[in-house]
């Protein structure tokens, strides 16, 4: 069910979003990618153990110099076989970064976003590179009118400088701007820090509190389960 903490809808103008867990099912791209290499390896995990140790592996690669989203991925599965004592081959790296050509959205995605459309303008704020991005928007069925890459902006989310960047290309005052995502730490927060209105899609997840990671501490203005519901929300 939705939360609303008497949200406004009347005033926005823009709505932004993740797309990696927001709009696409990331977790499980994610897991059918990896499942394979470490099943070959003799060191099968649990799923949400393996996208803990994803998400905190991720989290390592992202906070030093930028490097493209790619060379993340493929850090990951090194970081997973450094970490579980196996040494992945050159195929295995790369096959986590070929995977996300596969990733699906969730079943609620397309048809609300098509709804939100119709009231709103649309973008993306994401942690991708613009080619892989390039091969979901298709996937996604929507004209999105401001996209934001970490690679345009040369800095992965939390940083403020991805935010900036899209700020500075929609052009209106955060009044009238509304940024929805899954993680917490990654977007609300620092989006809450620009004072752009927030809501949280906390979406079902093998990993307990996925969406709040790391502990971060941010009241979105909203919360709802899903994009359809955010859609219900906006009337």
Known sequence: MAKSLSLDFSRFRVITFDCYGTLIDWETGILSALRPILSAHAAPLEDAEILRLYGEIEAEEEAGDYRKYKEILRAV???LGSRLGFTPSSREQQSLPDSL???QPFPDTVRA???LKRKFKLGIISN????LFAMTAPKLEARFDY?????QARAYKPALEIFRLAQ???GISVEHWMHAAQSVYHDIVPAKSLG???VWVNRPSPRPDAGAA???VAKPDAEVSSLAELADLAG
């Open 77 to 79: 599965v090194r970081g």
């Open 101 to 103: 050509q596969q990733w």
């Open 113 to 115: 976003l098509h709804l």
């Open 128 to 131: 991708i590179d613009d080619d």
């Open 147 to 151: 996209v934001t890459t970490a690679a």
């Open 168 to 170: 500075e290309r929609i």
């Open 196 to 198: 752009i209105s927030t």
């Open 214 to 216: 790391k502990q971060a």
